[in-house]
């Protein structure tokens, strides 16, 4: 991971002022209520989590993920910094489609890479509005430019409220392959958007070409 990235470019809110807190969908009235949160059972526990240590892949931009179990097969797009140093978020208008930290390490290198999407978009729920229902021992696939693919085990899914989210835990310098997955949750209001970010814990078990 780079300095930068450890540095947190989301500043503990995973770009407060953006399309991540957008919640327009609610705001519409939406019908189902608000995005799922993780139950307790399933934070990370680094005690009983600990990654293996399998070879890292080969720097590969991503260009599609695919979540099994929540029935995600979304392309990526790579993001950069706004003005403010805090990561840009996907198209507001993009149901499906993920985003990638592309200043940090591709998913699979040795590092801790960084990908978030949206919870919802205007018309309804988008690509990781079910983020909190995914529990230990998931699968996430990340393919590659050069048309591998990285195998992820998720650790753990916790939320976390913007006010005391805790940059060095998340986006933190890692000895192995870790993946990060980032969304919007907890409570919406009109003026301030959604209080809380879902993260996903994630480690490299594989890769294939």
């Keep these: 991971m780079t300095d930068q990235v450890s540095r947190s470019p989301w500043s503990g809110s995973l770009a407060a002022g953006g399309a991540l807190v957008l919640g327009a969908w609610l705001l519409a009235g939406g019908g189902i209520g ?34 099994p179990a929540l029935r995600v097969d979304a392309p990526v797009a790579g993001l950069g910094l706004d003005s403010g140093g805090r990561l840009e978020t996907p198209a507001e208008h993009e149901r499906n489609l993920a ?5 940090g390490v591709t998913p699979g290198q040795r590092g801790t890479s960084i990908m978030a999407g949206h919870v919802d978009i205007a018309d309804g729920p988008a690509v990781f509005y079910r983020l909190g229902t995914l529990r230990k021992g998931d699968q996430v696939e990340v393919d590659g430019e050069d048309r591998g693919t990285a195998y992820f085990t998720v650790d753990g899914v916790e939320s976390f409220p913007k006010e005391a989210f805790p940059d060095a835990r998340v986006y933190g310098r890692s000895a192995d392959s870790q993946l ?5 949750g907890g409570d919406f209001t009109a003026g301030r958007g959604w209080d809380a970010n879902v993260v996903v814990f994630a480690h490299l078990v594989r890769s294939a070409t």
């Design 99 to 103: 985003g990638w930290y592309r200043d």
């Design 34 to 67: 608000g995005p799922p949160a993780p139950d307790r059972d399933q934070a990370l526990d680094p005690a009983t989590s600990a990654a293996l240590l399998v070879p890292p892949r080969a720097h590969a931009v991503p260009t599609r993920i695919r979540i």
């Design 180 to 184: 990060r997955l980032i969304t919007c």
